[in-house]
């Protein structure tokens, strides 16, 4: 049996865990995913992540690797972690990778999406995943006017929290955008080349108060050219943030046998690509 190492796309609801990293206390997806996977291979792994997700926070693409020496097949993998797996946590995709493919080193890009309800109090299917509130005082378009005022690289320390390990607050944000949905849903979707702890919830939670009229765009401005955390910012809640994407260089592609499907769900979902 050869050493290999193996990539999976992972989809879960955080709702009922700490996070992504494991922990002396409190269940995290990587304990919960490395248990399972020990018992099917019957040996020690360990997962790396693209990145640490936060308790309560979801993912629709979250990409982690591990290296074995199994015999069992890729696709053998993924049928047995999906059969032990408790229901809140998917293995979308099981590839074999280069050994010079990190989830986190490699990484260039990620793309998460913030959903907002204006359906007040939500759906009691939409609940566990979206912010609710009432749209009567709420102006989208005074919203919008922010967006180019994020793009680009800036400073971001105005909107992240304490407690991160990054050394720099700059940040490149190279696509912000709102999607209305028919379903009263809006989708805020951020591509960055990388985020400070808070940093998408903040974003939100600061748009969401100029929506509200709480704050204008010109204070969004003098927060990017001061950057501190001394302002009075908003985080909003874990439960409307999702991973969606996390992209590599073409040499390889842990989607490769995916595509990203928006079936009208409150976020787009990774399913199989369908056969010609």
Not at 47 to 59: E, N, P, Q, W
Request: with cysteine; charged share 20%; aromatic share 12%.
């Amino acid at each position: 049996m050869s050493l290999c190492n193996l990539s999976l796309v992972l989809e879960y609801k955080g709702s009922n865990y700490q996070g992504w990293q494991r922990q002396s206390r409190g269940k995290t997806i990587q304990g919960v995913v490395e248990e399972v996977g020990e018992r099917i291979l019957r040996e020690k792994i360990t997962l790396f992540a693209s990145g640490r997700t936060d308790a309560g926070v979801h993912a629709a693409g979250q990409v982690a690797s591990f290296t074995t020496s199994t015999y069992m097949s890729t696709e053998a993998i993924k049928k047995a972690f999906n059969s032990l797996l408790p229901s809140d946590i998917r293995v979308v995709d099981v590839l074999e990778a280069p050994f010079s493919f990190h989830p986190r080193k490699t990484a260039i890009r990620k793309i998460y999406i913030y959903v907002f309800s204006l359906m007040y109090p939500p759906s009691v299917f939409w609940k566990p995943f979206v912010y609710s509130f009432s749209p009567k005082n709420f102006n989208l378009a005074r919203v919008k006017e922010c967006l180019s005022l994020l793009e680009g690289t800036h400073d971001f320390t105005s909107f992240s929290s304490s407690g991160g390990a990054d050394f720099s607050g700059v940040r490149t944000i190279y696509s912000i955008e709102i999607k209305e949905k028919p379903s009263g849903l809006l989708q805020l979707q951020v591509e960055g080349d990388g985020f400070l702890y808070n940093m998408v919830r903040i974003i939100a939670g600061e748009l969401w108060k100029v929506g509200m009229g709480k704050k204008n765009p010109e204070e969004i401005k003098f927060m990017l050219e001061n950057p501190s955390r001394s302002f009075n910012r908003l985080a909003l809640p874990p439960r409307g943030l999702f991973l969606i994407q996390v992209c590599y260089p073409p040499d390889f592609n842990p989607y490769q046998n995916l595509e990203l499907v928006d079936e009208g769900w409150i976020v787009p979902l990774w399913q199989e690509k369908k056969s010609i």
